[in-house]
């Protein structure tokens, strides 16, 4: 019996890349391991050894084999010329596919070569945001499985991590891959050289692909001989210099990176090196910053205040300095400093008195000891700010002292005075623009925006932060809007005034019960333009078929104001005005309802003062027959009865009471068509004093053409007709002209 004594050797290691060359290097040892001693102890204790191989070789492969490349010889991501491992670079201590972007969207290939003594076998791609299957997962021969994969929205640094399902025996099992888009970053200066004064600063255009993605420093970087700051500008990189000393200099600026990339077989945030020589040349004339831009002009004591300069070794305290328009030789004097003290802050302290105008746009100063020039500077000697007086123009307008705006309107706003060339003006809260086209020293214009919601009646007029004794005075909208805000209801439901039918006279052939007004006050405000509270009258006149007046009232005083969707509703309330409809017939003393045959309702709506629309509304009572009681005078009439077919002689002067139905006519407005029909009663010869006069009285029905033209009381119809007359007990029938009165 042959016993293996095996010594357990402890290894220790980081889990990093060589991780899984550790394990690989490990399998391999064993499988050789495994073969000699299987070949060497063939024939002594064969099953012990090989079962105890078996074992260590199984604990190897489950202790050791936790990520997905541990299951494979190697895995690959191929696309063009590009192969890489997945091995090959570590995040962390996850293997992770390193990517270089060409564009947002990439076709890859994935390999898994086999590894033959694991199981573990690619079966399919779960699907995912940023990646997409475009083919089959298939084996290809014994060696390997691919599949191909579509990336989208590659960004630089971000992770895309596709998820690959595996199957072992019927157990399954996902796993994560890392592939890690990256840039191979791309920058340098647009100057190799360049030259700075010293004390002066200079910019630099930094040519970069994909500029957002490089860190920017916070703040100045001190060198010995110069500082510099590499600073974002506009989506731009920008190298800003200030020389310190003299000479040539070699500038050498490291970059950052948001992102990992791979370089020299390491991953590194480290960006490529800018390399820059920089010619420092000694000083020009010194220009010294002002904390002051304007200086206000005084023709009487001359003092200006105090000013803060930039310190200048040259300028000597209680020394007075000129400060003219020109460098060489003399120029106008604009002002004269004596220093008074020299300040912690760089700078020195010196009293200013000021003999000229002058504007920083008309060049620069120079302060002059005697007549020799120690350094420049700049700035304003102006008249000091006053407002003289405020004017105000609407569109098509002109220009008013009454400063009185509205809610919502845009105004130009004229300012006279001096120094308004360098004064500020605010009017919050309305929105402002100055007009630059139009601006001096006397006169500024401005462009007034009033807000719709404005919360206030004075809007005050600030100078330079300071409150000026100008208000604008804010008033609610009174204008006269268009009536579509009214509708008018006869009796067929609302319809709007500004619609088309109320344009012509309306024919209403019902009882005309009530008419009602409604106001929608919805529509008064409009979003784009306010007319506020409405003030209105409306006059009511009932006039007959004869245009004679039955009736005239005046509604006065009506107030309207936009509901609450307005934004000046609240501005409204205490207006009384939430009035919604009105009925005319609580105002008249003849009720609508009572209307006769074609008489008139005319309805005037118009706007308190006469001014703004206005609009009539002309409404008749049609009909289209009358009924009434007539008395007519029958005279001539022929009769035939049944019993005797034969005509008689013609009658005497009858007299007929009808209930009578008169057709009004439908192509003359109110007039009476020339056919009626009516029924009553007949007294036949009833003025026939004659012995032999055949009197009798029948109930009949009688049909008359009338004149068209009745302007007198006295017409002369023809009747046809028939009857049941008592005497003589039979049905007669008639016809023969007559005579109607007309009461």
């Known amino acids: 019996m042959i016993f293996l ?51 260590f070789s199984g604990f190897l492969h489950t202790g050791f084999g936790q990520g997905i490349d541990a299951y494979f010889d190697r895995i690959e991501l191929r696309y ?35 590894n033959l003594q694991d199981t573990l076998l690619p079966e399919s791609v779960v699907k995912g945001k940023h990646y997409q299957q475009i083919d089959s997962l298939l084996k290809i021969g014994t060696t390997f499985y691919r599949v191909k994969l579509e990336l989208s929205e590659l960004k630089p640094g971000q992770m895309i991590s596709p998820v690959i399902r595996f199957t072992t025996g019927k157990k399954h099992q996902n796993f994560e891959m890392n592939i890690y888009p990256y840039e191979i970053p791309q920058i340098a200066l647009a100057e190799s050289e360049t030259e700075v004064f010293r004390g002066e600063e200079k910019s630099i255009e930094i040519v970069a692909v994909n500029p957002e993605f490089y860190e920017v420093n916070e703040d100045w970087v001190s060198e010995e001989a110069l500082d510099y700051w590499l600073r974002r500008e506009s989506g731009k990189l920008v190298l800003n210099i200030r020389g310190k000393t003299t000479g040539t200099k070699k500038l050498q600026i490291p970059t950052k990176l948001k992102y990992s990339y791979p370089r020299d077989s390491s991953i590194t945030k480290k960006g490529p090196v800018l390399e820059i020589e920089i010619v420092i040349k000694p000083s020009r004339l010194r220009f010294l910053n002002a904390d002051r831009e304007n200086i206000f002009f005084d023709s009487e004591s001359r003092s200006a205040g105090e000013i803060q300069l930039d310190y200048h070794p040259g300028l000597k305290l209680k020394n007075a300095y000129r400060i003219e328009d020109v460098n060489e030789g003399s120029g106008r004097l604009i002002a004269e400093i004596i220093p008074k003290s020299a300040l912690g802050n760089d700078k020195i302290l010196c009293e200013v008195y000021s003999y000229s105008h002058h504007r920083t746009n008309e060049g620069y100063l120079y302060v002059k000891d005697g007549g020799r020039t120690l350094a420049m500077t ?56 100055r007009d630059t086209t139009r601006i001096s020293d006397r006169i500024t214009f401005y462009t007034i925006t009033v807000p719709h919601n404005i919360d206030r009646k004075k809007v005050s007029v600030f100078m330079n932060d300071d409150v000026t004794q100008y208000e604008l005075l804010v008033r609610e909208h009174k204008r006269p809007a268009q009536f579509d805000y009214i509708s008018i209801d006869y009796g067929e439901g609302f319809v709007t005034l500004t619609d088309e039918k109320i344009d012509k006279p309306i024919f209403y052939d019902q009882t005309i019960k009530d008419i009602t007004l409604y106001f929608d006050r919805t529509k008064i405000d409009k979003k784009d333009r306010f007319y506020g509270v409405q003030n209105l009258e409306i006059e009511i006149r009932i006039m007959s078929q004869d245009n004679k007046l039955l009736d005239i009232q005046t509604i006065r005083n009506i107030v309207v104001c936009p509901d609450e969707t307005s934004p000046r509703h609240s501005f409204y309330q205490d207006l009384g005005c939430e009035r919604n409809s009105i009925s005319l017939n609580t105002h008249l003393l003849r009720k609508t309802f009572t209307l006769d045959a074609f008489d008139q309702v005319i309805i005037n709506i118009r706007h308190t003062g006469d001014n703004g629309p206005t609009e009539r509304v002309h409404i008749y009572a049609e009909r289209a027959f009358n009924f009434d009681l007539d008395v007519s005078f029958p005279a001539g009439l022929l009769t035939a009865s049944i019993s005797d077919p034969s005509v008689n002689n013609f009658s005497g002067v009858s007299t007929a009471f009808m209930a009578q139905f008169k057709f009004y006519s439908k192509r003359r407005f109110g007039q009476y068509s020339p056919f009626q029909i009516g029924a009553g009663f007949l007294a036949l010869n009833a003025f026939n004093f004659a012995d032999d006069a055949q009197r009798d009285l029948g109930a009949v029905i009688l049909a008359s053409i009338v004149p068209v033209r009745r302007r007198s009381s006295f017409s002369f119809p023809i009747y046809v007709g028939a009857g049941y007359f008592f005497n003589q007990n039979q049905f007669i029938f008639l016809v023969g002209p007559g005579l109607q009165v007309r009461f």
């Open 378 to 433: 700049n700035f304003n000697v102006v008249n000091r700010p006053l407002i003289q007086d405020v004017s105000l123009m609407r569109e098509g307008g002109d220009w008013t002292d009454r400063l009185t705006i509205y809610p919502g309107e845009t105004v130009e706003l004229r300012i006279r005075g001096n120094g308004l060339s360098i004064s500020n003006f605010n009017f919050a809260p309305c929105e402002h623009r």
């Open 5 to 55: 004594d095996f010594t357990l050797v402890q290894i220790s290691f980081d889990t990093s890349k060589n991780f899984t060359n550790f394990v690989s290097i490990i399998r391999l040892l064993l499988s050789v391991f495994k073969t000699l001693f299987t070949r060497y102890f063939a024939m002594q204790n064969r099953f012990i050894t090989i079962s105890f191989i078996t074992l």
């Open 80 to 114: 063009d010329t590009i192969k890489l491992n997945y091995t090959d670079f570590y995040i962390g201590d996850e293997p992770s596919f390193f990517l270089p972007i060409r564009q947002d969207i990439e076709e890859i290939e994935l390999r898994f070569y086999l």
